[in-house]
């Protein structure tokens, strides 16, 4: 059964592939009052809108238009999905200067008519935008967030599961730190039912570069990754709107966590209504700390080099 707790607006920002599946996901199940559209190119949100409200005879009741930024002001959550596509053979790292330009003008109308909501990112490379998003909107931390390695984290557990044939939303298990080729896997903590999974070498190989390699795969055969990445959105947006206090693999601003601070990186946190109330400390293991701490050197590194 779908529940709308209380009246809401989703605005989005960019309709291109990630933006229009995400609107759809959230049209199809119901999640929210008021959903807008705003894309620079006026034309698409307009021809997005008008075809999903289309389909509101067979949905239900959400009010649904294509807008401007000025309908930011009553907006709960601000999802950014706009900027440069990856191109195939392209890293989520080249995409950086491109979409950080972009960014400026985004959140600049953001706060004009909003300093109450929540802005997720999604636009890669998810974390360093949202630190950029963080530092150019004045928001609290915690009302900043990246959706993180919560995609890679469902990557990982389908393939955990298509490799022990468990059912992958019984594998609890966790990829953390950039959304990107130096992500984390944490073999040390995947369990079932808090039973250890054992994996040799090979299997640990495969089932890693198949879950880093994942978009790479999609892109190439194409063109975007969509249909997951808009349901990872759509479980963070529910977990906000409805106060849940779920543990997502969110990208959030760190602060002496394994060692690592004032840097954006996924890991595993408390969301609810305020945003990211808490972040969890895991215990790694000592190849975990180490690859962890250098996937937080990297991104540093690309943020030494922005303008912010």
């Known amino acids: 059964m779908k529940t709308q707790l209380r009246s809401s607006r989703v605005v989005i920002i960019g309709t291109g592939a990630v933006g229009a599946t995400t609107a759809y996901t959230l049209l199809l199940r119901e999640r929210i009052s008021e959903l807008v559209l705003i894309d620079a190119n006026k034309e698409k949100a307009l021809g997005e809108a008008l075809d999903m409200n289309h389909g509101l005879p067979f949905t239900g009741g959400v009010k649904l238009w294509a807008g401007d930024y000025s309908d930011c002001a009553d907006a709960d959550i601000i999802v950014i999905a706009a900027g440069a596509s990856q191109r195939p053979g392209e890293t989520r790292i080249d995409l950086l200067k491109r979409n950080a330009g972009i960014f400026d003008s985004i959140i600049q109308n953001i706060v004009k008519y909003n300093n109450h909501g929540i802005i997720l ?153 305020t945003g990211v109330r808490q972040v969890l400390d895991l215990q790694l293991g000592d190849a975990e700390l180490t690859q962890f701490q250098a996937s937080a050197n990297k991104l540093k590194s690309e943020i030494a080099n922005l303008e912010l």
Do not use: C, M
């Open 121 to 273: 990112v999604a636009t890669n490379p998810v974390d360093i935008l949202s630190y950029v998003t963080l530092k150019k909107s004045g928001f609290p931390t915690n009302r900043v967030i990246g959706s993180g390695t919560l995609l890679d984290s469902a990557r990982f557990r389908y393939l955990i599961g298509q490799n022990k044939k468990i059912n992958p939303r019984s594998i609890h298990a966790h990829i953390i730190g950039e959304h990107g080729d130096s992500e984390v896997p944490l073999w040390s903590l995947a369990n079932v039912a808090g039973i250890g999974l054992e994996f040799n070498e090979q299997e640990r190989e495969e089932i890693f570069n198949s879950t880093k390699n994942a978009a790479y795969e999609i892109i190439n055969a194409k063109g975007a990754t969509s249909y997951a990445i808009a349901l990872a959105l759509d479980r963070i947006i529910v977990s906000i709107l409805q106060n849940e206090g779920s543990v997502l693999n969110v990208s959030t601003l760190l602060t002496d966590y394994n060692g690592v601070s004032d840097v954006y990186l996924g890991v595993p946190s408390i969301v609810d209504r």
